[in-house]
Nanobody, 126 residues
Framework: QVQLVESGGGLVQAGDSLRLSCVVS????????MAWFRQAPEKEREFVCA????????YYTDSVKGRFIISRDNAKNTVYLEMNRLKLEDAAVYYC???????????????????WGQGTQVTVSS
């Protein structure tokens, strides 16, 4: 059984940085396309970023380009989300998601992903 466990969320001020981690167990991590999604109160879940096996294959939503960095350590079965220059609108519950690579025809779409973590809260204050 594949499990994803996020950590690293918390309360920060606007302009600060935060790094989220997601550890995957029960599967072959290097085979997965990994992604981060987020959901703010009363809003729909939205795609944040994704990464294929190769760190050169990454995808970002426009609102985080240049501020967020997704990376992975295949030896540690972990994907990271480095969030810089955080804004009030970045506040949300952040979810890690995984899908086997050949099934990731559309990495931007949440329905692509088979496995999800429980989420970690990111709160940004002014």
């Amino acid at each position: 059984q594949v499990q994803l466990v996020e950590s690293g969320g918390g309360l920060v001020q606007a302009g600060d940085s935060l790094r989220l981690s997601c550890v995957v167990s029960g599967g072959t991590f290097r085979n997965y396309v990994m992604a981060w999604f987020r959901q703010a109160p009363e809003k729909e879940r939205e795609f944040v970023c994704a990464i294929r096996f190769s760190a050169t294959n990454t995808y970002y939503t426009d609102s985080v380009k240049g501020r967020f960095i997704i990376s992975r350590d295949n030896a540690k079965n972990t994907v990271y989300l480095e969030m810089n220059r955080l804004k009030l609108e970045d506040a949300a519950v952040y979810y890690c998601a995984a899908v086997v690579g050949y099934r990731a025809t559309n990495p931007f779409d949440g329905s692509t992903y088979d496995f999800w973590g429980q989420g970690t809260q990111v709160t940004v204050s002014s």
